[in-house]
């Protein structure tokens, strides 16, 4: 069954426009994973430092595989401290 990621995330004041940076590079990485059918970044009009990702994946597998991969431990070392909230959430679809 196909798992849909919504994650949300917050920058730290002052830390908006590096955050962007950052997430930016993931975009074209994870597009090119196994598994990954849909990898969007969105950016809130009203609050330019909430950013989210709409993804959708295979399976929960691929998904963790990606959440494992060099990419993301590299995009969690460069952003330490720039990040104020992260939320996640693993939806199914239903209709």
């Not at 949300?8 to 059918?37: D, M, P, W």
């Not at 998904?63 to 070392?77: C, F, G, N, R, V």
Request: with cysteine; net charge negative; charged share 30%.
């Amino acid at each position: 069954m196909a798992l849909t990621i919504v994650a949300s995330i917050r920058a730290e004041s002052g830390k908006e426009t590096f955050l962007e940076a950052e997430l930016q590079k993931l975009v074209e990485l994870t597009r090119k994973e196994a598994g990954c059918i849909q990898y969007d970044l969105h950016r809130n009009n009203e609050e330019p430092g909430h950013f989210l990702f709409f993804e959708n994946w295979d399976s929960r597998d691929l998904w963790q595989a990606h959440m494992e991969s060099d990419h993301i431990a590299a995009y969690k070392t460069a952003t330490e401290g720039a990040v104020a909230e992260f939320l996640l959430h693993e939806m199914d679809r239903i209709a």
